[in-house]
């Protein structure tokens, strides 16, 4: 069974950084389907980034509006996905979710809110 634990975000002044967390039992997050989610509320859930399997290459994959910001990664020895925020603003407020995709289904983590003052 895929569990996703999250943890990490919180609250900073704009420009500062944060780190999310998610640490995932059940499957290798070395074989890629790894992503990033984040939702305002009232609003869809929007892509932010996602990263390969290590067969793959390890790609990285970034929406426009973080690119250069944010950086994804994985460390295999503790099964853990990580997505650092650098430079952040107030429009990156939201609760970021974890994402897990195997066999055709997702798997969420119960999502973290980071939030940015101005």
């Known amino acids: 069974q895929v569990r996703v634990v999250q943890s990490g975000g919180g ?37 932010v980034a996602a990263i390969s399997g290590v067969t793959s290459g390890g790609i ?7 690119k250069g910001r944010f950086t994804i990664s994985i460390d295999n020895a503790r099964n853990r996905m990580y997505l650092q925020m650098n430079n952040l603003q107030h429009e990156d407020t939201a609760v970021y979710y974890c994402n897990v995709r195997r066999w055709n289904t997702d798997f969420w983590g119960q999502g973290t809110q980071v939030t940015v003052s101005s």
């Open 60 to 66: 990285r994959n970034y929406t426009d509006s973080v």
């Open 11 to 47: 609250l900073v002044q704009a420009g500062g950084s944060l780190r999310v967390s998610c640490e995932v039992s059940g499957t290798p997050v070395r074989i890629g389907g790894m992503s990033w989610y984040r939702q305002v509320a009232g609003k869809e859930r929007e892509f």
